[in-house]
């Protein structure tokens, strides 16, 4: 029979499909895994579950990997999920493969089957894009070519875009296998490309921009020179001149249309002034000159000035014309001007020095020249450098400086390195003095032995526009011969894996790059670091949606093997609570941008947290060996279009008792129970013992903490049960109720606990619900709970806390005529609600657990009648409720209308409980004064003294009696 068994169970399943929905063939998490397969066909009523690997091996049975069971949410003999969503931690382009079988009764009933496996790839593609015609194309078609390096399962398709004048993208190419194009532009306008590429394992990489085009099929443009190059402003000046030169560049003719003068004053911004009507023409190849009277007011000079005796501002002249073909054409220059309210005095120069980095220099390298003033006494300095006897080669070529003594300083724009050979620079002082000296450099027509752009790590880290000091070493081992350099300094530190982010002003520090001398060498990096720490609160890029600020950003070189990711320290903002949770001083940066993964916290590293008035302590549960104890965890869901941050620890209460505060631990949860996503949402499902927070032992605990959606933000709920409550009560089923938190940590309105009393008075009746039950003379219906539970700024007040409680006791009264009244004719009521809904006169439990009870309403509907106590009735004229224990004290007489018997028998402050206990009844009758009973309508019976039993209902009646003619 067992062979029978086991042939039949190898057509289960028909197959094992890797991923949530179809086979897939790749995978592109490491640390989150999904599979499915058809449901098994079970036999017995025993536990069900299936076992699962998920490992690299074939061999059959399974014995390593990635295990678990999967058992039915409810009911161990419920059937399980044919589904399974794992924690795995799987390596890069690696197959792997799923197992499954199933067990019944602890037995199992099925062979183990297999998926036919999947290739781990979670790299996304680098791509890079092109336009070989950029900056400027003479021609309205431009060339643009793309590709995209992925490092496992290969590039499927790519995405291209233009965009216009810095306009909005527009689609050029979607979903295209090719590498290249041409895109048609128009005369004048400036374009952009970017591209994305998608692997066949579905990662599909970050846009990547092109450097701009700039479309000018007729050549035609306008420069702008100033003579001279600075003016300045002594004691009692206005006016100074100087002359516009206007070179038209190209074949056409430029028509001239405006000139606009703006300042721009240190204190006081920039002040532009009107576009004044310029007319005329200018032939390509001649040049022009424009004669500009320059005035200064006396307000200008005051802006100028500022609270000194010397100033400055800058004087910019834009001019602006269309070509023949109408489209714009500019030219601007911009002259440094000095303003002094004295002659300089008190200043003497002695001579100035041009220094500059020993050459050669490589093409686009960034170098500044130095100039240094040998000086006694205070003043300003007004001079320029020039390179190749030439002011052109930059925007600011002139200076004006305040000097002090001996003064450096360095030139605002490097020198241009564009073209090779020798080239001279030259700085030349016009005030106080005129004053010179020069030197020269060498650009060298060699491949650069570092490119101008240094890829750090590759698709992640790019090193770009560096400053500072370089040592040049050579040496040989079995790769070749090599040039080693060190670098210290600063540069513009470029992220591609996180929006292509630009940090400047990085330090680099002892980076140390070697380049072997093999046509097209990489460099290698071998060591050192680079470096940007925000200053501050300040944020230096936001990822994961701006749930994560990185706040810092390191780079830590290494030879063998090169590093491949980079480390930031990165504060978890939860922007629905709009804090910074935690701090992440090792996040792990990668070719996706920020890696999938745990961070470990150990208790002692803990990072605490104050929401929704819970105190949250984060770290490792257990040594945090287990992925689900890690601390924090950062998880890509591409599916969705999120990320899920996990957090493991404790949270803990504080609660106030008079002006005492104590904080109690409530829980322990592990990252997969406490999870929030960057679409808004959390899923924080924590459930503790009961006795981890007793409000009111053994009556009112809290057992479940939960994180919710509600009005577009989150709010904590606090969920337990309310048990054994006072009598006559203590019947009643346990009742859930609930605690809402703000995230402001303040108690947040909730519903009603139980609710079926309505706004002014209405809601009574009975309707054998659960909330009802007989106790013999009476009928108890739990018409209303609320919790009351005051809690600010994360403080939860004992001292006022409360449980309010709707009550209607139907007592089982009868109509002086023997009837039955209607139920609303045997209410008596603790607790209506007001028009605006609040409970009035109700029951109140406190946190001490003793209920008061209030005087009750609706006492008019007893008036006239009697209470049923077989085989007897009382009619009563004073009523009232005595809370403990919970019984009716009533004054009025007991009625005896039985065969044979009748007559009354007063009664006095008689206790009379719910179940029909009438236990003080012959000290009641004593203190009534007795009664007389008619017996068989001839005997009169004077009644001192009754006793009661309740087994069953029996009175007992002592005293004389009469005939009706009056004998004794």
Do not use: C
């Not at 978890?572 to 949770?581: I, M, R, S, T, W």
């Not at 703000?742 to 519903?751: D, L, M, R, S």
């Amino acid at each position: 029979m067992l062979f029978i068994f086991l042939v039949a169970a190898e057509a289960w399943p028909q197959q094992v499909r890797d991923g949530p929905g179809s086979d897939q063939d790749y995978w592109t998490s490491l640390s989150l895994f999904q599979a499915n397969w058809s449901p098994y066909s079970w036999q017995t009523s025993g536990t069900k579950i299936y076992e699962y690997f998920i490992n690299r091996s074939t061999d059959n049975p399974p014995t390593s990997g990635f295990s678990g069971t999967i058992q039915a949410a409810r009911e161990p003999t419920d059937p399980p999920p044919a589904s399974l969503s794992a924690i795995v931690g799987f390596a890069d382009n690696e197959r792997y493969y799923t197992w499954i079988r199933a067990v019944e009764g602890g037995v199992p009933v099925s062979l183990w089957a297999r998926s036919d496996g999947f290739l781990v790839d979670s790299e996304v593609p680098v791509p890079s894009i092109s336009v070989p015609a950029a900056p400027m194309s003479a021609s309205t078609s431009l060339a643009v070519t793309w590709s995209a390096v992925d490092a496992y399962s290969g590039v499927d398709w790519y995405e291209v875009q233009a965009q216009t004048d810095g306009g909005l993208w527009q689609p050029w190419l979607s979903m295209t296998k090719t590498t290249s194009g041409t895109y048609v532009g128009a005369n004048g306008k400036t374009y952009f490309f970017r591209v994305r590429a998608r692997d066949k394992a579905g990662n599909l990489s970050d846009w990547e921009v092109s450097a701009a085009a700039t479309v000018n099929a007729l050549g035609s443009s306008l420069s702008l020179s100033a003579s001279p190059p600075t003016l300045s402003f002594g004691a009692g000046q206005s006016q100074a001149a100087l002359t516009l030169k206007l070179q038209p560049q190209g074949t056409g003719t430029l028509t001239l249309s405006s000139l606009q003068e703006s300042r721009v004053y240190p204190s006081w911004g920039k002040e532009d002034g009107p576009k004044e009507p310029l007319s005329g023409s200018l032939t390509g190849g001649l040049s022009q000159s424009l004669d500009r009277a320059v005035g200064l007011t006396a307000l200008q000079r005051s802006k100028a000035l500022g609270t000194s005796t010397s100033g400055s501002f800058s004087l910019t002249f834009l001019i602006q014309g269309t070509d023949p073909q109408g489209q714009p054409v500019q030219g601007a220059v911009t002259v440094p001007v000095a303003v002094s309210e004295t002659p300089p005095s008190g200043l003497l120069l002695s001579g100035v020095k041009l220094e500059l980095p020993a050459s050669p220099y490589y093409k686009g390298d960034q170098v500044k020249a130095r100039v240094k003033i040998s000086a006694v006494g205070a003043g300003t300095v007004q001079g320029q450098v020039l390179v190749d006897g030439s002011a052109g080669w930059s925007p600011n070529p002139a200076f004006t400086v305040p000097v002090n003594g001996d003064t450096q300083f360095d030139t605002l724009d490097g020198l241009p390195t564009g073209s090779p050979g020798l080239h001279t620079v030259q700085v030349k002082i016009a005030s106080p003095v005129s004053l010179e000296d020069d030197t020269s450099y060498t650009v060298s027509d060699a491949s650069p032995p570092l490119p101008a752009v240094l890829v750090l790590v590759p698709g992640v880290a790019e090193l770009k526009d560096r400053a500072g000091t370089v040592l040049a070493s050579q040496g040989q081992d079995a790769q070749g011969s090599y040039e080693e350099f060190l670098l210290n300094g600063t540069g513009t530190l470029r992220l591609p894996s996180l929006g292509g982010t630009e940090l400047t002003q990085a330090a680099v520090k002892d980076l140390q790059v070697r380049v072997y001398g093999s046509p097209n060498a990489i460099p290698q990096i071998r060591g050192g670091t680079v470096q940007k720490q925000a200053s501050g609160a300040a944020v230096l890029v936001q990822a994961a949606d701006g749930y994560l600020r990185l706040k810092s950003v390191r780079f830590q070189g290494q030879a063998n093997p090169p590093a491949d990711h980079l480390l930031a320290g990165a504060a978890l903002y939860l922007p629905a609570l709009g804090q910074e949770l935690l701090a992440l001083e090792n996040l792990k940066i990668d070719v996706q941008g920020v890696a999938d993964g745990g961070y470990s916290k150990t208790v002692s590293q803990e990072s605490v947290f104050t929401a929704f008035g819970l105190e949250f302590h984060i770290h490792d549960l257990f040594g945090g060996f287990n992925p689900e104890h890690k601390a924090v965890t950062v998880a890509r869901e591409s599916a969705k279009n999120r990320w899920a941050i996990g957090l493991a620890g404790a949270v803990r209460l504080k609660a106030k008792t008079g002006a005492s505060t104590t904080s109690t631990e409530l829980a322990q949860f592990p990252n997969t129970a406490f999870r929030f996503y960057t679409d808004g949402s959390a899923s924080a499902d924590v459930s503790f013992p009961a006795k981890s927070y007793a409000l009111i032992p053994g009556l009112l605990a809290f057992t479940q903490l939960a994180i919710l959606p509600q009005g577009g933000g989150l709010v904590a709920r606090l969920a337990g049960g309310l048990k054994n409550l006072p009598a006559p009560l203590d019947q009643a089923s346990e009742l859930p109720v609930e605690l809402l938190l703000t995230p402001q940590g303040n108690a947040a309105p909730g519903p009603p606990v139980l609710k079926e009393l309505q706004a002014g008075g209405g809601g009574h009746g009975l309707g054998n619900d659960s909330s009802e039950w007989d106790l013999g003379l009476a009928t108890v219906d739990l018409t209303y709970v609320s919790l009351a539970l005051p809690v600010n700024q994360g403080v939860l007040d004992l001292d006022h806390g409360q449980l309010d409680l709707g009550v209607d006791l139907y007592l089982d009264l009868l109509n002086p005529d023997g009837s039955a009244p209607a139920a609303e004719g045997r209410r008596l009521s603790f607790g209506e609600l007001d028009g605006a809904g609040s409970l009035k006169g109700g029951l109140v439990l406190g946190l001490d657990g003793k209920p008061v009870w209030p005087a009750p309403t609706h006492t008019e509907a007893l008036a006239g009648k009697r209470l049923r106590v077989a085989p007897v009735e009382l009619a009563f004229s004073q009523f009232q409720v005595l809370p403990e224990p919970f019984s009716l004290r009533l004054s009025g007489a007991v009625v005896v209308g039985l065969p044979g018997v009748s007559g009354e028998v007063p009664f006095a402050n008689l206790q009379v409980k719910l179940n029909g206990d009438l236990g003080n009844l012959a000290k009641a009758v004593q203190d009534g004064g007795g009664g007389t009973l008619e017996l068989l309508g001839a005997v009169q019976i004077a009644v001192e003294v009754v006793s009661w039993s309740n087994a069953p209902g029996k009175l007992t009646f002592q005293g004389d009696f009469t005939t009706g003619s009056g004998g004794a």
